[in-house]
């Protein structure tokens, strides 16, 4: 496993392991793809690495058991598909038995953002009184649907893209034709770089959401829809396609509210979209707009989800919050 980019994230990683604090619960949040999981398997390794020091050495027997996910001591849970029962009376009930080789337990909860409140509730009280056996990892794309008591009690770090440069080189170690082309592309977003090298659809839906987008700063609501309605629907996965084009969709308007704010865009896959929206809109439209969007990607990953009547409230929600 090699870390790329992400330098001051490692620094401050380090940090914490020389001086023996690493934090009971951290959460890595950023953009899909800027290596929230692969840090949180380096922080796995700075619990259990045999060799003590700042950094593992990623080559010990518990170093190599956390990196192919064996480990154990390491419970991985995706938020993505988590319920109340699940997590009471599943997962978190563990938290109290020895660890299996007696030492600590980590917890990796993935895609954090999408866990409903009446969850991270429950989370909340061990996370109050963690016990000291037991480390929490959450990783989130955002902070937004993370109620404020969980963030208290967590070290945030948010994790960024790399730059075209170090993405590059990424990708040709990685084996990836046109290394150069796909830094590019992807704006120095390795993972999603790497998704599209493997899975050609992530790259037709990346080029969709940007249509989409292109749409919506048009204030062109018939076309949206339609681009909607019509998506690419692999048999497999339903929910998968509509799902991307939200997410990105809530990172281009996150970005353009940031922008509108001063601030410095890190998130989305086509900043040139997130500039023009932060001249089009006000900045209070582009964050309802950026809200409107996290409510959507929780209703994807729902039970009785139905991809045209989602794809069609989404739209609508959109454009009644650019009224804004
Ligand atoms: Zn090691």
């Known amino acids: 496993m090699k870390i790329y980019g992400n330098k001051q994230v490692v620094k401050r990683l380090s940090d914490y392991a020389k001086n023996n ?3 009971h619960a951290l959460l ?11 840090l949180a398997d ?7 690495c045999l060799e003590k020091g700042g950094a593992p050495c990623m080559s010990c027997e518990n170093c190599k058991r956390v990196e192919k996910h064996i480990h154990p001591d390491v419970v991985y849970a995706s938020c993505a598909d988590l319920n109340a029962e699940e997590l009471r009376e599943g997962i ?3 938290t109290f038995e020895k660890a299996v080789e ?4 980590v917890y990796i909860f993935s895609e954090f953002q999408l866990l409903n409140n009446v969850c991270q509730n429950i989370l909340l009280t061990y996370l109050e009184e963690p016990s000291p056996t037991v480390r929490f990892i959450l990783t989130a794309s955002n902070r937004n649907g993370i109620l404020p008591t969980i963030l208290s009690r967590t070290a945030a770090i948010q994790t960024f893209k790399l730059s075209e440069e170090e993405c590059e080189k990424a990708l040709s170690d990685y084996g990836v034709k046109n290394a150069g082309e796909a830094a590019k592309t992807y704006g120095g977003n390795l993972g999603l770089a790497l998704n599209a090298a493997k899975d050609k659809n992530a790259a037709v839906y990346i080029e969709l959401t940007r249509e989409l987008c292109g749409y919506i700063v048009e204030k062109n609501e018939y076309k949206a829809i339609n681009l909607l309605l019509h998506l690419p629907q692999p048999k497999d996965d339903k929910r998968g396609p509509l799902k991307i084009l939200v997410n990105e969709t809530e990172k281009i308007f996150h970005d353009a509210f940031v922008i509108a704010m001063d601030g410095k865009p890190s998130l989305s896959c086509c900043p040139e979209l997130s500039a023009k929206a932060a001249k089009i809109f006000p900045a209070l439209a582009l964050n309802l707009i950026a809200e409107e ?3 959507f ?4 990953t729902e039970n009785n989800f139905n991809s045209k009547i989602t794809a069609n409230a989404f739209v609508s929600a959109i454009f009644n919050a650019m009224e804004n």
Do not use: H, N, W
């Open 28 to 38: 890595f949040f950023g953009d899909a793809g800027t290596g929230k999981r692969t």
């Open 42 to 48: 380096y922080t796995s390794m700075l619990y259990f």
């Open 92 to 94: 978190l009930p563990t």
């Open 297 to 300: 990607s929780k209703s994807v």
């Open 21 to 23: 604090c690493l934090p």
């Open 293 to 295: 969007t996290v409510k």
């Open 102 to 105: 007696g030492g600590i337990k």
